[in-house]
């Protein structure tokens, strides 16, 4: 397994933007998911190895935009004109692809984002 490290998560107001990143020190498909309370944890975002390929959970498109930088070795997903629906920890994901949890074999330890009405 590899090590996942997210940054980047916190409180908003509904209509704002954050920025998360999750540094990974591999070249393999990435994804973004979300658990909030009471809830499985969904797929959010998931980016090809070379960034060449994305995909987005309907309820996010068009307001987020997941992005990578492998000289860097970091992933990113901008989030912008957020909901209070998009309360949840956010976790990193490092996996063959997809938009399944099982897809993912390395995880991150999450970064709680809250948006506040």
């Known amino acids: 397994q590899v090590q996942l490290v997210e940054s980047g998560g916190g409180l908003v107001q509904a209509g704002g933007s954050l920025r998360l990143s999750c540094a990974a020190s591999?070249?393999?498909?990435m994804g973004w998911f979300r658990q909030a309370p009471g809830k499985e944890r969904e797929f959010v975002a998931a980016?090809?190895?070379?960034?060449?390929?994305?995909a987005y959970a309907d309820s996010v498109k068009g307001r987020f935009t997941i992005s990578r930088d492998n000289y860097k070795n970091t992933v990113y997903l901008q989030m912008n004109s957020l909901k209070p629906e998009d309360t949840a920890v956010y976790y990193c994901?490092?996996?063959?692809?997809?938009?399944?949890?099982?897809?993912?074999?390395?995880w991150g330890q999450g970064t709680q984002v809250t948006v506040s009405s």
């Open positions: 994901a490092a996996g063959t692809g997809g938009t399944t949890v099982v897809q993912y074999n390395s």
């Open positions: 591999l070249r393999a498909s």
């Open positions: 980016i090809s190895w070379n960034g060449g390929s994305t």
